[in-house]
């Protein structure tokens, strides 16, 4: 009986194989499901197995907040793919977006040195 704890420890191996596998199935079939790709993907999912790889390992704060930025982007860009934002709209904020994030981590790391 697997316990909740070896789930746990085995869930971020279980994601990275299921995305090598559609990534690889991709090559033989056309996915065009693109709600699909940003979540199981190389998107939210696979960014949450690393977030919690980097803070299992201990890696700094900078690059455990770019992985947490990494995952916004993709949930931004699900929004747009599900058609809750339009494409005008996702394109310009998709770049400033982009630039707060990079100017906060910045700041951060210049305050933190």
Excluded: E
């Excluded at 090559?27 to 949450?48: A, C, H, K, P």
């Excluded at 690393?50 to 390992?57: A, G, N, Q, W």
């Excluded at 990494?70 to 793919?81: A, D, F, G, R, V």
Aim: charged share 10%.
């Amino acid at each position: 009986m697997i316990t909740k704890k070896k789930l746990l420890r085995l869930f971020p191996t279980i994601v990275i194989y299921f995305a090598v596998v559609l990534s690889f199935l991709n090559n033989f079939y056309d996915f065009n499901f693109s709600v699909i790709g940003n979540t199981i993907g190389y998107s939210i999912f696979f960014n949450l197995v690393i977030i919690c790889l980097l803070k299992r390992l201990r890696y700094c704060f900078h690059t455990i907040l770019a992985m947490c930025n990494l995952t916004m982007l993709s949930l931004y860009s699900l929004l747009n793919s599900l058609g809750i934002i339009d494409y005008d709209t996702y394109y310009l904020t998709y770049d400033l977006l982009t630039l707060i994030i990079i100017f906060i981590i910045l700041m951060i790391y210049s305050i933190k040195k």
